[in-house]
């Protein structure tokens, strides 16, 4: 039927105040998808150090964009439907059946695919080298081929948005064929009922709120392992709790303002607070959705830039020297024990061998105990292999003729002394050391970096004490260092490394395994690229992710705008006709746009201020202390942020507000 | 001077997206003095909403002059003109134009909270408007939970609470039964005893007997206008039905 195509043409034309901008996002993010597939295949990505990484973080986030796209889509599409019901309750009523409506809309989401993708490509391809030379930037890579064209990426976006699209599609026709006509003809205008205030769903969304508060602040960094999965568990309350706040709670508000006779009775409150009640219900989860998309956009944004401003830092401090050497003997039940002397023997003799500068190397004694201010109980659990739990440390323990070695000191101590350093910056406190309620050490506290290969483990403590062969039976491991500065070529440290293994494993008897020994070698160098690789991958698709993000808020806010404005039409023509000026209508306006932009600004700040928090243990896990840096990444994120959306909500209200008539 | 005084005045619709032209008024002139109660009367479409909407300078006429006590409301800005609405006249619409948002107490309220008056007071003056138009239960609803005509009475509460100096009524008994619309007008008269002005459009010629002066209006002018003078209701009752009557057979000529 040639009907259709003309149908579909005449309704977007007619429609283009709500099909424009949703064209225009699914191009944008068409273009966002285009740029990330295009780079993940790229040459020039592939050429750079680390590139293997980033092109694998890359290849994840085109998923993680997919997936926010389809949401994206729904949601907006939703909003145009909405709008649509009533022309297409009109067709019906003129004698269109179902199927012929869905005729219509098949055609309809067909131009908009056809032009959305036209136009979301060439967008991709005009940006894309603008981003590759961005990413390469970050991951600190080389630039040199031209421009390209990426056939994978076009046929990866094309099939991904065929399939949005037809999703979109099957939604359309599910929202028609369930509605009759009477009731789409009316869907725009039903009698409004004054929303009830339900005190026990506001209250349920704060309780949500506070705990999952409660849980990201009382987060215990010991139990590393658990950190992230109870984040997660924090995460659906604070969804739920947001969307119960802005949809419930907002209306209590809305009904204890209203009870202030003096508050409610005034010119400027009275048609913004009751106009605010009955548009709260239905515009809450609009607002909630805007206030989590900006949290995490915040959170994204600012983790991600203090993470990569804090990468040198941390490879200075976890690498000491360029090139580390690192064997760990774990004993276990049946391995084979080796003593610390021998350990430390084999290490330094190794040592010796290496061709470099400023050579370290040493060999310390690690046990986990557990308890607090100088008093612990050593528990005899393996700090690589068992869980953590409050009040667990890790100690390790050297000699002091190694530590005056290493040093170049000659400290002297008596055998009731000892020498602390805390590896984490959570210090040690206590003025004496006691294990297992035995012998007492009066402790002083020094910090020395040359040991901080501890950052696994936050209560870690290295301990310098004349004789510790005391304590050799409680130990779950020795771990060896040999670490040395100069430039080794990759065969140069498989060599040495091969060699270092191979002494450390001396006594190898044919045919028995004699130690459980765990053995690596890296340099600083790849292990910086390595992580500058992932947190650039992770910067980029923030940076994406937060284009797309910002894209869906401005678009919401513009779409909610068009409908209140429809909606509000007629109630501000009365209110004109009642005898308010233009000047007092622009005031409720802003009253109300004061309100509905800041509350999503304000709760999604709240939100991600308590998020940086498990931000910041994170980070220290990472062996990152730039507490400060991430603060102020927050806040100029933040405040950037709210600046980009307050302008475009006042380029939104502008919409409104000759929408209804200003 | 006479407190409205309408000369020449002239409007033309055009609409925004065909530009297409309706005459609503080709040139309409007549004067109400202060105390006055005018009917106006004419067939639907004759232009009657128009006049009142320009008369309370709710639309912008396309040519001539509106003074309303001495002030051509045309030549004032937009805020005053609206300051001036809501201190002077009382509207009742014809689609009585309550806000599905507010109660009926609230709605009622509104002109009073637009002119900031005391908190305190406002329930009490709801309550004795709500009184005066027997819809003192009605208060605490919302505008989609009553009747019409329980509409049109509240909307003619939010009128009258200002006091205004002059009530422009849009055919302020079209909903209503034949008992509350005697009710309502013998309120009018009340009140336009009191010394307020009314003007007000109805197709009733039963509501129409009860002004003072009736205008009738045809084809966007003033055709012809009618006295009460010392007449009872009942006879000029008969006087404005056999105008009616030959302003239909006259107009078909
Ligand atoms: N906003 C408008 N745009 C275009 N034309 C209009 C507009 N409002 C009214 N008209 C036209 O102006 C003419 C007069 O309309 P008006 O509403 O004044 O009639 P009325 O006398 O109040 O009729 P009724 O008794 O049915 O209320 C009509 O022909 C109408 O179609
Ligand atoms: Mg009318």
Do not use: W
Not at chain 1, 69 to 77: K, S
Not at chain 1, 115 to 139: D, N, P
Not at chain 2, 240 to 252: A, K
């Amino acid at each position: 039927m040639n009907l259709y195509p003309k149908l579909a043409a005449n309704a977007i034309r007619s429609n283009r105040q709500l099909y424009f901008p949703f064209i225009l996002m699914s191009s944008g993010i068409i273009g966002v998808l285009y740029i990330m597939a295009a780079l993940s295949t790229s040459d020039t990505v592939k050429a750079c150090r680390g590139g293997h990484t980033l092109m694998t973080v890359l290849d994840y986030s085109i998923y993680i964009v997919a997936f926010f796209a389809l949401l994206f889509m729904f949601f907006t599409n939703s909003f145009v439907l909405k709008r649509r019901t009533k022309e297409l309750g009109l067709y019906n009523i003129l004698g269109m059946n179902k199927r012929n409506l869905a005729g219509v809309m098949a055609f309809e989401t067909l131009i908009m695919y056809v032009s959305s993708y036209i136009i979301g490509s060439v967008f991709g391809i005009l940006f894309c080298k603008l981003a590759e030379a961005g990413l390469l930037k970050l991951a600190k890579g080389e630039n040199h081929t031209g421009f390209t064209v990426s056939g994978h990426a076009l046929k990866l976006c094309a099939l991904i948005f065929l399939g949005i699209f037809f999703l979109i599609f099957l939604n359309s026709v599910r929202v028609v064929s369930f509605a009759n006509p009477a009731q789409m003809f009316k869907s725009e205008n039903l009698g409004e009922k004054p929303p009830r205030a339900n005190f026990f769903l506001g209250l349920l969304g704060v309780a949500a709120i506070i705990f999952a508060y409660h849980k990201v602040l009382s987060m215990d960094i010991m139990m590393q392992e658990k950190l992230l999965a109870n984040f997660a568990e924090a995460v659906i309350p604070v969804i739920a709790g947001t969307f119960l706040l802005f949809i419930a709670g907002s209306v209590l508000l809305c009904k204890i303002l209203q009870k202030n006779k003096k508050y409610y009775y005034n010119k400027k409150h009275f048609v913004a607070v009751s106009n605010m009640a009955f548009r709260m219900k239905r515009s809450g989860a609009g607002l909630a959705t805007i206030s989590i998309l900006t949290t995490m956009v915040l959170i994204m944004l600012s983790s991600t830039v203090a993470f990569y401003s804090q990468i040198e830092s941390v490879m200075i401090s976890d690498f000491p020297r360029e090139n580390v050497f690192i064997g760990t003997y774990g004993f276990f039940d049946d391995s084979k024990r080796i003593t610390l002397a021998d350990a430390d023997k084999r290490t330094t003799g190794i040592a010796a061998k290496a061709e470099g500068t400023d050579v370290v190397s040493y060999a310390k004694l690690n046990f986990v105990a557990n308890g607090k201010n100088g008093e612990y109980n050593i528990t005899g659990k393996r700090e690589r292999y068992d869980s953590l739990e409050e009040g667990d440390c890790v100690f390790s323990l050297i000699p002091l003729d190694s530590y005056n070695r290493i040093t170049g000191q000659s400290v002297k101590l008596a055998d009731d002394e000892a020498i602390i350093s805390s590896v984490s910056k959570n210090g040690y406190y206590a003025d004496f050391l006691r294990f297992n309620d035995s012998k007492t050490y009066k402790t002083k506290t020094v910090d020395f970096d040359l040991f901080s290969q501890g950052r696994h483990y936050l209560n870690s403590f290295l301990v310098v004490m004349n004789d510790v062969s005391s304590y050799e039976q409680y130990a779950s491991g020795i771990t060896c260092f040999i670490m040395f500065n100069g430039d080794l070529s990759t065969e140069q440290m498989r060599v040495f490394g091969k060699e270092t293994y191979a002494e450390l494993k001396s006594d190898e008897v044919e045919g028995e395994n004699p130690y459980r020994l765990g053995f690596e070698s890296t340099t600083r160098q790849t292990s910086e690229t390595q992580y500058s690789s992932v947190y650039s991958g992770l910067i980029f698709m923030g940076v994406m992710l937060t284009i797309l993000f910002m894209g869906a808020t401005i678009l919401l806010m513009y779409y909610r705008q068009v409908f209140e404005g429809h909606e509000d039409y007629g109630k501000y023509q009365i209110l004109r006709n009642v005898g308010m000026s233009r000047k007092d209508i622009k005031s409720t306006v802003d009253s109300l746009t004061f309100v509905t932009f800041l509350s999503p600004v304000l709760v999604a700040i709240a939100h991600t201020s308590v998020a940086m928090y498990f931000v910041h243990q994170f980070m220290v896990i990472q062996g990152m202390y730039g507490t400060l840096l991430l603060i102020a990444t927050s806040a100029v994120v933040s405040i950037i942020f709210t600046l980009i959306y307050f302008i475009f909500y006042k380029l939104t209200s502008r919409t409104y507000l000759k929408i209804v008539g200003q | 001077m006479s407190y409205l005084e309408v000369t020449n005045l002239k409007k033309i619709y055009t609409t925004r997206l065909s530009g297409n032209k309706t005459q609503a008024l080709t040139n309409v002139c007549f004067t109400v003095e202060q105390g006055e109660f005018v009917a106006i009367m004419g067939e639907s479409g004759s232009g009657k909403t128009t006049l009142l909407n320009l008369v309370a300078a709710l639309d912008k006429s396309t040519e001539g002059s509106i003074i309303l006590d001495g002030m051509d409301l045309s030549s004032i800005g937009e805020a005053q003109r609206a300051t001036f609405r809501r201190d002077n006249l009382g509207f009742v619409f014809q689609e009585f134009n309550l806000l599905d948002t507010f109660t009926v107490e609230d709605n009622i309220l509104l002109p009073l909270v637009l002119q900031g008056k005391k908190a305190s007071d406002l329930h009490e003056e709801a309550v004795k408007a709500a009184a005066c138009l027997g819809i003192t239960d009605l208060l605490s609803k919302y505008p989609y939970e009553i009747s019409g005509g329980q509409k049109q009475r509240a909307a003619v509460a939010r009128a009258l609470i200002t006091h205004p100096k002059m009530i422009l009524a849009d055919e302020p008994t079209g909903a209503l039964d034949s008992k509350s619309s005697d009710e309502l007008l013998n309120q009018f008269v009340s009140i336009n005893g009191g010394g307020q002005t009314i003007l007000m459009v109805t197709h009733s010629v039963k509501a129409a007997s009860r002004a003072s002066r009736v205008l009738f209006i045809k084809d966007g002018t003033i055709f012809h206008q009618l006295y009460k003078g010392d007449a009872s209701d009942t006879a000029f009752y008969q006087k404005i039905s056999d105008t009616l009557t030959m302003l239909t057979t006259g107009g078909e000529k």
